[in-house]
């Protein structure tokens, strides 16, 4: 059984269209995040929920909606997508706002074309 | 703001030791280490709470200087499955939910 899963694994589609990525966790969690992982490799957080409540929203395009309708779910949409969204998008989950370590579901690579 | 991570990449021969730098601009309340294998998840290393403290993670340790606002990865004596991008990450605060990741060190052990 998977802890953090994410679907779809690949996405490619045109610039324009929308697109949405899921992500499920079975560990208990009451945390979950959305991180952009870029060419260059670096790892920038989106957004952060804590019992379904958004808690951190960075300074994301609003074309961007996280919408969690539980807490082991997480899901992200995206509006008219862009060249720059390319990118491989890692959703991931904590327990309870703390110290503990994240885990990171596989990761959704998504290609703008 | 981020962290800053040096060396930018390394390259080891099988046995050899490595040590990663992390450095921020801002206090820090933790440091995690996380390694991401190529096409791969970041998979958590460890967590630093307290200054000065050490912790370990099979032959992979790290230290953490508060004051200094750094933190340390030892890798000792680097296997093959050691190869990787190594991130060291700062929450902004006590939490977790903002952990800001550092500019990552690619690690390359060759036989």
């Known amino acids: 059984d998977t802890a953090v899963s994410q679907t779809p694994k690949y996405l490619v589609t045109q610039m324009g269209n929308d697109k949405s990525i899921k992500c499920e966790q079975n560990?208990?969690?009451?945390?979950m995040y959305w991180y952009k992982q870029d060419s260059k490799k670096f790892l920038k957080i989106m957004f952060s929920y804590n019992n379904k409540e958004l808690i951190i929203n960075e300074t994301v395009p609003n074309r961007f909606s996280p919408k969690s309708p539980d807490k082991a779910h997480l899901n992200l949409h995206i509006n008219s997508l862009e060249l720059g969204d390319s990118a491989v998008y890692f959703c991931?989950?904590?327990?309870?706002?703390?110290?503990?370590?994240?885990?990171f579901g596989e990761g959704s690579r998504l290609t703008v074309l | 703001q981020q962290p800053v991570q040096s060396p930018q990449a390394v390259i080891l021969r099988e046995g050899e030791d490595a040590v990663i730098n992390c450095s921020s601009s801002?206090?820090?309340?933790?440091v995690h280490w996380y390694r991401q294998k190529h096409g791969e998840a970041p998979v958590f290393l460890m967590i630093l709470l307290k200054g000065g403290e050490q912790k370990g993670h099979e032959k992979i340790s790290a230290s953490f200087n508060e004051k200094k606002q750094q933190s340390s990865l030892y890798l000792t004596a680097s296997q093959l499955s050691y190869s990787g991008t190594y991130f060291c990450g700062t929450p902004r605060g006590f939490g977790n939910e903002k952990l800001t990741f550092g500019t990552g060190t690619r690690l390359t052990i060759i036989p």
């Open positions: 801002k206090a820090l309340y933790s």
């Open positions: 560990l208990g969690h009451d945390t």
């Open positions: 991931a989950s904590s327990q309870r706002r703390g110290t503990g370590e994240l885990f």
